[in-house]
């Protein structure tokens, strides 16, 4: 698969702004089948097991605060960013009674932090194709606010949800939040609609190709036979 163009990337970014964030994101995960929602909270616990009692906790894209709301509770102080004004006010009053997390508008590849600033660095659900960003770009900055000792984690789907998650955008489709899913262009990990709109993954090569040569040590784990998590820890 070609790379995609600087043009498609701005479009899918103008995608999710107009049309899967702040209540129509929330509905993607209220919709989500149960076997979608059991992925979703595998993910979150694999994440919880990874904090330790005090961390400073970064995550990227946090959307309106779905993983933020499970965060908070372990970790000492839990910083969100998002690209959406929208997702974050909603984030805002899902954790109105929060005192140890903060928001802010923020590019992931351009974060506004000094380096070393977290403990843990946070993107998962696929954000790392989903912000439609280039990867390697993604997971410099990951690790450059990431402290010496520090882990930076990133999920995919893995293969074997392929159904699953075909069937989780089906729903959606059928919604109205995505376009109609075009079939015949649909495959191989790619899911593609006929607006225009779509959804890539990264596998363990690519994730390798991203990594290597940075002095980390990046270890891949499959998470409930739904997710392929990239863990990459700063040594």
Request: with cysteine.
């Amino acid at each position: 698969m070609s790379h995609p163009s600087q043009e498609w990337k701005d479009k899918m970014r103008g995608y999710y702004q107009a049309r899967l964030s702040s209540q129509r994101l929330k509905r993607c995960y209220e919709i989500a089948p149960p076997r979608v929602q059991q992925y979703l909270e595998a993910e979150i616990a694999y994440v919880l097991q990874k904090i330790r009692p005090g961390n400073r906790v970064l995550e990227l894209g946090c959307g309106y605060g779905r993983v933020l709301q499970r965060l908070v509770a372990k970790a000492g102080f839990v910083f969100g960013i998002d690209n959406s004004c929208d997702s974050l006010i909603l984030a805002c009053e899902e954790l109105s009674e929060v005192s140890n997390c903060f928001l802010a508008a923020m590019n992931a590849v351009q974060l506004g932090f000094q380096d070393e600033s977290f403990d843990l660095t946070v993107c998962i659900q696929n954000g790392i194709s989903a912000f439609h960003v280039e990867p390697g770009d993604l997971i410099r900055e990951s690790l450059r606010v990431t402290k010496q000792g520090g882990t930076v984690l990133f999920s995919s789907y893995s293969d074997s949800f392929w159904n699953d998650r075909l069937e989780w955008f089906q729903r959606q489709a059928d919604a109205g939040l995505v376009g109609e899913i075009d079939y015949e262009k649909t495959g191989h990990g790619v899911i593609v609609c006929k607006d225009g709109f779509t959804a890539t993954t990264l596998r363990r090569p690519q994730f390798f190709s991203y990594t290597s040569g940075l002095g980390v040590r990046t270890k891949f784990v499959e998470v409930d036979k739904s997710s392929l998590f990239c863990e990459i820890a700063r040594v």
